[in-house]
């Protein structure tokens, strides 16, 4: 768990590679499916992408049916984005008890920064940023794009929908005994060691 650009995708996919665990993530479940007809719901909107785009939530019933199908047929999983607020955490406890939860620590202003900056290989999904880490080839940098959602208003909506929604949802988790907080601040491959040492001290001492 943690903001959005805390780097939750990027540090998920690790410990799914090397857990050998299966990756659920709802934002790229709900990307694939940004189109799918929601107007059953009578949300405010008839569509995840219009959800996303504007940074809100998509509704409890499309990510909770996501992650209940996505954990059936899962022998072992890392769980990346949900749940995003206390319903959703009730629905999965209702589901699944997990082993440990991680959450990574930023600053607001270091994730603007790291959002609004961030650009996207639509051919290979890489993902890049305008001032850390822009590729070599000159196709692939004209060929960047930079996520709807990753616009400076969306931006600081989706970091206030965090601090509304979200962090009440860790503060919820703080007493599990697999709790774990991670500096995220620093480089990836710093994060990734205190995870990856965090994740096998909780796994081997459950
Ligand atoms: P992410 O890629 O995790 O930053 O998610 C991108 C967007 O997908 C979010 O801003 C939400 O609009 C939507 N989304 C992802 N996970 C959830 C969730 N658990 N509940 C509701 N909406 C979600």
């Known amino acids: 768990m943690g903001p959005p650009g805390a780097g939750k995708g990027t540090q998920s996919e690790r410990i ?51 992650v209940e199908r996505a954990l059936d047929s899962a022998d072992g999983f890392v769980l990346d984005g949900y749940p995003r607020n206390p319903d959703q955490a009730v629905a999965l406890e209702g589901m699944t008890d997990l082993d440990v939860v991680l959450v990574l620590e930023v600053s607001r202003e270091t994730l603007i920064n790291r959002l609004t900056g961030r650009r996207l290989d639509p051919e290979t999904g890489e993902s890049y940023h305008v001032e850390f880490d822009m590729p070599d080839d000159e196709a692939v940098r004209d060929r960047l794009v930079q996520r709807e959602d990753d616009s400076r208003e969306a931006v600081e909506n989706r970091l206030d929908v965090f601090e509304r929604e979200t962090a009440p949802v860790i503060d919820r988790y703080r007493d599990h005994e697999g709790y774990v907080e991670v500096d995220g601040e620093r480089p990836p491959d710093e994060v990734w060691a205190a995870i990856d040492s965090a994740v096998a001290s909780k796994v081997e001492g459950s």
Do not use: C, F, Q
């Open 16 to 66: 799914a590679e090397t857990y050998g665990i299966e990756h659920v993530t709802t934002g790229d479940a709900l990307r694939a499916n940004k189109e799918m007809d929601i107007s059953h719901l009578d949300g405010e909107h008839d569509t995840p992408g219009a959800y996303m785009d504007a940074g809100d939530l998509v509704p409890d019933a499309v990510v909770d049916e996501i």
